[in-house]
């Protein structure tokens, strides 16, 4: 089970002061789409040219232009790509195709996918590297969480990894590390702590069941 810590807000030089921290405990660091949005793949770019051995994945949420996009990530140095799941199947596989030509993968995100399980098939079988489980941030204040998509996506996926994220904290980690996904995103629980190390480490500890 691995974590990724996934970088939203500011901007390049406050990610890097972030992930100067954590760059040796995260298994995945991620440039998030707010970051993505606000300066391109600046971001991505800077991150790969300082830490050449990091997994960076870019959470471009691609909803068109499949080829195309993918390329300007994989470009600055992702090695794992985000397309939507509502996105059109040509889209999808386009990004699939282009990330395994490059030797790098493909996140399909499902937020807001409304049928679900389906999806979930249906992407997997297109070749999606990873099915991200994802409860959108405007709906989080409403109590929703992501375990039981959680669950419905490892019950019914059989060669993709799942990723899970949404609100995630140390509140409900251990009900999300008990469905055993492959990947636990965390996001401001981590970035806006007063020791993101130290976060990271509790992350960790409760994943792999330490006392």
Do not use: W
Not at 164 to 187: F, K, T
């Amino acid at each position: 089970m691995k974590l990724q810590v996934a970088i939203d807000l500011g901007d390049t030089q406050e990610m890097l002061k972030l992930v100067e921290q954590i760059s040796a405990i995260a298994d995945i660091v991620e440039v998030g789409t707010p970051l993505i949005i606000r300066e391109g793949q600046k971001p991505v770019r800077t991150l790969r040219d300082k830490y050449p051995e990091l997994c960076i994945l870019a959470d471009t949420k691609i909803m068109d232009g499949g080829a195309l996009e993918a390329n300007y990530a994989l470009e600055a140095g992702a090695d794992i790509v985000t397309v939507l799941a509502v996105a059109a199947d040509e889209t999808i596989k386009a990004v699939i195709a282009t990330t395994r030509e490059c030797g790098k993968e493909t996140l399909v995100d499902m937020i807001n996918c409304q049928n679900f399980v389906t999806r979930v098939k249906e992407v997997e079988e297109m070749g999606a590297d990873y099915i991200g489980v994802h409860t959108a941030s405007d709906i989080q204040s409403s109590g929703k969480t992501p375990i039981d998509e959680l669950r419905l996506a490892v019950e019914t996926v059989r060669k993709a990894k799942v990723a899970v994220a949404g609100g995630i904290g140390l509140h409900i980690l251990a009900d999300i590390a008990a469905r055993e996904p492959d990947v636990i995103i965390a996001g401001s629980k981590i970035s806006t702590s007063s020791d993101p190390y130290e976060t990271v480490l509790a992350f960790k500890k409760i994943m792999n069941k330490e006392n």
